[in-house]
């Protein structure tokens, strides 16, 4: 869930680009259906992980996060940042 290798999905030109991307952030919904209930969004800043919830935003543990909130329940969206060669 962390980490999404893109690689053996590309072919040609796109090959030879990088294909290592992090997770970056997480928008979790908490309620039955999508349109009632509420979002809380989790997000990567510098290499700690932050839970904003309304106004509100506390600091967690990155496991608290994966195996929390995000592994028990359907992440809604997920945004991932591509990796350079360098890192």
Known sequence: LEYLDM????????AAKP???RLHSVVVHYGA???GGHYVCFA???EGWFKY??????KVRALEAFEGDV???NAYL???ELLSEQQ
């Open 7 to 14: 690689g053996p999905l590309t072919s040609g030109q796109a």
């Open 19 to 21: 294909t290592m991307y």
């Open 33 to 35: 259906t999508i349109r």
């Open 44 to 46: 990567r800043v510098d």
């Open 53 to 58: 919830n309304d106004s509100s935003v506390t």
């Open 71 to 73: 592994a028990k329940r």
């Open 78 to 80: 997920l945004f991932y």
